[in-house]
Nanobody, 115 residues
Framework: QVRVVESGGGLVQPGGSLRLSCAASGSIARILTMGWYRQAPGEGRELVAA???????NYADSVKGRFTVSRDNAKNTVYLQMNTLKFEDTAVYYC?????????WGQGTQVTVSS
């Protein structure tokens, strides 16, 4: 069983920064892709950013130039550096790990952008 745990959420003012971390543990076979998704109240879950084990990245248009996803394969950890945060970035942020035979989601961490 694969377990994914997020950390680093919180309350930040518009224009501020936060760094989220996500660590995968357990019976991990090779993790292919790790990604960040978010879900705002009343909205569906959307992809924010993802990174493959080879380092290829993919970002939602709304966060390009502001967010950076990175990964430490040795630690099975993925990070999301969020800069220039906006009110509309407020959401629960979820981490996902994809392997050949599994997909594992974390419980989510709340990010609130408010003045």
């Amino acid at each position: 069983q694969v377990r994914v745990v997020e950390s680093g959420g919180g309350l930040v003012q518009p224009g501020g920064s936060l760094r989220l971390s996500c660590a995968a543990s357990g019976s991990i076979a090779r993790i292919l892709t790790m990604g960040w998704y978010r879900q705002a109240p009343g909205e569906g879950r959307e992809l924010v950013a993802a990174i493959t084990n080879g380092g290829s990245t993919n970002y939602a248009d709304s966060v390009k130039g502001r967010f950076t996803v990175s990964r430490d394969n040795a630690k099975n950890t993925v990070y999301l550096q969020m800069n220039t945060l906006k009110f509309e970035d407020t959401a629960v942020y979820y981490c996902k790990a994809d392997g050949l035979t599994y997909t594992a989601w974390g419980q989510g961490t709340q990010v609130t952008v408010s003045s």
